[in-house]
């Protein structure tokens, strides 16, 4: 059972650390942009968005130098629906948002 055990624990480990590689990405460098000072990463859409609450761009998504007010705007994109289907997309995969079905 003590085999089994560290066994188990091993596997873990492995998945653990497999995960955490799997979430950074490589992420591109934050923006350095005069009209904002914090950027957060948005994992969903594979953009920085603006998390300075003093700028008037605050909750705005942005990309390839362009501020976009919403998720809308930023999805009609020529240049955003680009880089979305290439290779060097940095969002999410999608991974867990399949349809989900319920019996009955």
């Given amino acids: 059972m003590k085999k089994?055990?560290?066994?188990?624990?091993?596997?873990?480990?492995?998945?653990?650390?497999?995960g955490i590689?799997?979430?950074?990405?490589?992420?591109?460098e934050k923006p350095k942009d005069k009209n904002c000072n914090?950027?957060?990463w948005d994992y969903d859409d594979g953009v920085y968005e603006c998390?300075?609450?003093?700028?008037?761009?605050?909750?705005?998504?942005?990309?390839?130098?362009?501020?976009?007010?919403?998720?809308a705007a930023l999805k009609k994109s020529t240049s955003y629906k680009n880089y979305k289907s290439s290779s060097s997309f940095k969002g999410s995969s999608g991974f867990g948002s399949g349809s989900k079905s319920f019996g009955g």
């Fill in 4 to 18: 089994t055990g560290s066994l188990m624990m091993g596997i873990v480990s492995g998945i653990a650390a497999l």
């Fill in 21 to 28: 590689a799997g979430c950074s990405n490589n992420l591109p």
């Fill in 38 to 40: 914090d950027f957060e």
């Fill in 51 to 71: 998390e300075d609450k003093s700028s008037h761009y605050y909750g705005h998504s942005y990309f390839n130098g362009t501020y976009f007010s919403n998720k």
